[in-house]
């Protein structure tokens, strides 16, 4: 917590991280803040003035201005309280970066181009087309060896024209920086140019897990990474996983992958022979159609279970130079699929009207037209305004 004064309050709007609508408040700008802003590759903090919330904090030249939901007035002192839980979080996935970041160029010499604190992973971009697992595991090991050497982390400030500066590891600053130049110190380790916030000694990191690489932008991989507490709570979410699969399956934990994978040979042979089946059923269908004494114009059918090679096969086997056939698979009450298969020239001139009424889309060439459906308890009127096209189509005495 912090004593702190209000300098200034004028009204503004927020957009929320993940999108929406603006939210209304009140940017604030406080005599001194230790509310991190963000940048550098860092989120901001969190926190509360009194007991307003601080929704955003940002950083206008020198100034932390906090974007808050009410008004506060000029001049009045107010207690500033740190979200804790969050700062530390942020301090132990930076100072891992900074370790992990060093410890890449002295072992492989593989650069940081640039860094990204996630929500649930953070991720460090080097310059390099590729690192491989035997890299990925010597680096996991060496800096885990750094946190048990428990090896202080200070903070100083250099004056700008300080020659000192160009021995500092950057990526250069802001446009719009003034004052001291803030360095961040491992000891025997790394000196970085940062304004972020860190730990005090490497062993606060606990523990650092790299989960592993993926492709980057051009001839970059990127280097996802956990430290401290999230690797407790990653930890902590794998092993429910485990226990839960573990009841399910009826087996051990290492016995997991092989119970899966005979699973997922069972499913495709059942999905193998449920379609199977279903052309069968195709089949049976349409030959029953076929069969009646007077074949009917128009032939309609509903079925839960199906898909487009279903309805296909029923269209096939019955032919459709003389029957329209309006067949549509999928649950009634929600989204599925539709065919309308006849004549060429009632198909083209139905088949649009067909899929606007079912609130889908569609294509057709050749007496065949389908899509998805979005309204399937609209079938009914479809069907009507097939009706009536076939009623109007009766041939002249």
Known sequence: QFTTRV?????????????GEPVRGFQVVLEDTI???????????????????????????????HFVPAALEPGTEVLLSLDWERRFDHMQQH???????????????FKTTSWELGRQRSVIELDTPLVTAEQV?????????????????????????????????SRGLPDDHVGPVRVV??????????????????????????LGVEKGKKNKTNLVFLAGNRVLKSIEQSHSTEKALTSLLKNGPSEHVEAVKRLQSSVKLLQKNNLNLLRDIAVLIARDFKSKPAPRQLFVLHRKEGDSEFMNIIANEIGTEETLLFLTVGDEKEA????????VEAVENL?????????????GKRGRFQGKAAQMSRRGEVQALLQEFISQQKPEA
């Open 7 to 19: 300098v200034s309050c004028r009204a503004a709007e927020l957009r929320p991280e993940g999108g």
């Open 185 to 210: 110190d491992i000891k025997g380790i790394d000196s970085n140019m940062c304004c972020g916030t860190h730990v005090s000694n490497l062993s606060d990191l606990q523990v650092i897990k790299l």
């Open 336 to 343: 599925g699929l539709f065919l309308l298969a006849g004549p």
């Open 35 to 65: 509310l991190f802003p963000e940048g550098g590759g860092q989120p901001d903090d969190r926190g509360l003035i009194g007991d307003v919330p601080v929704l955003r904090v940002t950083r206008q030249g020198s100034e932390a201005v």
């Open 95 to 109: 100072s891992g970066q900074h370790l992990i970041t060093a410890i890449a160029d002295q072992m492989f010499g």
């Open 351 to 363: 088949g649009p009207r067909v899929a606007e009424l079912l609130g889908g889309k569609g294509a």
């Open 137 to 169: 595991e010597a680096l996991e090991k060496s800096v885990n060896e750094k946190i048990r050497d428990r090896v202080p982390v200070t903070v100083r400030e250099l004056a700008a024209g300080d020659p000192e500066i160009e021995t500092v590891r």
